[in-house]
């Protein structure tokens, strides 16, 4: 008789993301989206929750929405992610129609209603994190 092995949800999820937004109503319907595609969402309503958070935790992915709680706070907590020694992706979340590159100066910008596009976007961003790691360690 085979063993069955069990894993908790998050031994298998795809990766860890913090999703920052102080909108509850977004927050928790892009939580639902990210959590049902197999990524476990910690969930921050403040820019000062977020830092704590990533000082507690390893995160794959930061999404933040653009004005937290001053018109730069999206930006000052990406700003605090890239300090992080395990290095996360970073993403700010906009309605706006203008369109990141994804350098320091211009960050990756994705658009929440479009669903299929937001999770192609989660997806190549964690995994061109996991390139930079393996390049890095390869050095």
């Not at 092995?5 to 913090?18: D, I, M, N, P």
């Not at 977004?26 to 639902?32: K, N, S």
């Not at 969930?43 to 999404?63: P, R, W």
């Amino acid at each position: 008789m085979a063993e069955s092995s069990q894993f908790s949800s998050e031994e298998l999820a795809l990766a860890r993301v913090l999703l920052v937004g102080d909108e509850i109503a977004p927050r928790l319907t892009l939580q639902a989206i990210l959590r049902a595609s197999g990524y476990v969402v910690d969930v921050a309503c403040s820019a000062d929750e977020a830092l704590g958070k990533m000082n507690e935790h390893q995160y794959e992915l930061i999404l933040s929405d653009f004005r937290k709680d001053s018109p730069e706070g999206g930006l000052e907590v990406l700003a605090h992610a890239r300090l992080m020694d395990y290095q996360p992706a970073t993403a700010i979340l906009t309605t706006d129609q203008a369109k990141g590159s994804g350098d320091w100066l211009c960050p990756t910008l994705i658009e929440p209603q479009d669903i299929p596009e937001l999770l192609s976007k989660v997806a190549d961003l964690i995994s061109q994190r996991a390139a930079r790691l393996v390049k890095n360690q390869l050095k």
